[in-house]
């Protein structure tokens, strides 16, 4: 099993829509998960960090976690032309981070 | 603050040749890594450093090696260049207490590789 898993294909949303990434991962000791936003050839930035179950809102970002079921979420509200880009859902072990493949997700005017 | 500069942004290396991606940091951090990005593929660590004099491999050391002699800088060695190696390699660096896990990677520009 994959450290972290992130298995949706592209997403296409249109335009003000709701866009639902998800993400698993396998340490069920890790305390930290962050969602990363990577725009076509520029590196990944930092969007969201969750530390605690529950929801996490920052702006249209709601970010999700539940340590039982060893899960990650991510929704993206009112989603705008400008979020179109890949997600990459992370989760720190021992001094590093392991990332997902990443989710793509395409808004449509 | 310039935040994390890598040099150069593009290389085209012949197999067998060697070079050095350079990475510099203006932030004080302490850990910084470097990483590989293979197309469609998310990021897999090559080597991690939690302070100068100190590195350690990641999941996919083979082929590189690294040195931390300064806090800003961290310089990733390739050897015998492979088509293998042919990737995006982005340097990293964060912050981090011993018993604090909050805490942000920030990302380089990245330096693009093609090995031929």
């Known amino acids: 099993q994959k450290e972290v898993e992130q298995n949706s294909g592209p997403l296409s949303v249109p335009e003000g829509a709701i866009a639902s990434l998800n993400c698993t991962y396998s340490?069920?000791?890790?305390?930290?998960f962050f969602w990363y936003r990577q725009y076509s050839g520029k590196s990944p930035e930092l969007i969201m960090s969750?530390?605690?179950?529950g929801d996490k809102e920052d702006g249209r970002f709601t970010a999700q976690l539940n340590k039982a079921s060893q899960y990650v979420s991510l929704l993206i509200r009112d989603s705008q032309p400008s979020d179109s880009a890949t997600y990459l859902c992370?989760?720190?072990?021992?001094?590093?981070?392991?990332f997902g493949k990443g989710n793509q997700v395409v808004v449509i005017p | 603050n310039a935040g994390v500069t890598q040099t150069p942004k593009f290389r085209i290396l012949k197999i067998g040749q060697s070079m050095t991606l350079q990475c510099t940091q203006d932030?004080?951090?302490?850990?910084m890594y470097w990483y590989r990005q293979d197309p469609g593929m998310g990021l897999k660590l090559i080597y991690y450093?939690?302070?100068?004099?100190?590195?350690d491999k990641g999941e996919v050391p083979n082929g590189y090696n690294v040195s931390r002699s300064t806090t800003e800088d961290f310089p990733l060695r390739l050897e015998l260049a492979a088509p293998s190696q042919t990737s995006v390699y982005f340097c990293?660096?964060?912050?981090?207490?011993?018993?604090?896990?909050?805490?942000?990677?920030?990302f380089g520009p990245g330096t693009r590789l093609l090995v031929l």
């Open positions: 990293a660096s964060s912050y981090s207490r011993q018993g604090r896990y909050q805490e942000t990677q920030y």
């Open positions: 340490d069920r000791g890790s305390q930290s």
């Open positions: 969750i530390y605690s179950n």
């Open positions: 992370a989760v720190r072990g021992n001094n590093r981070l392991a």
């Open positions: 932030m004080n951090h302490n850990y």
């Open positions: 450093s939690v302070g100068a004099g100190i590195t």
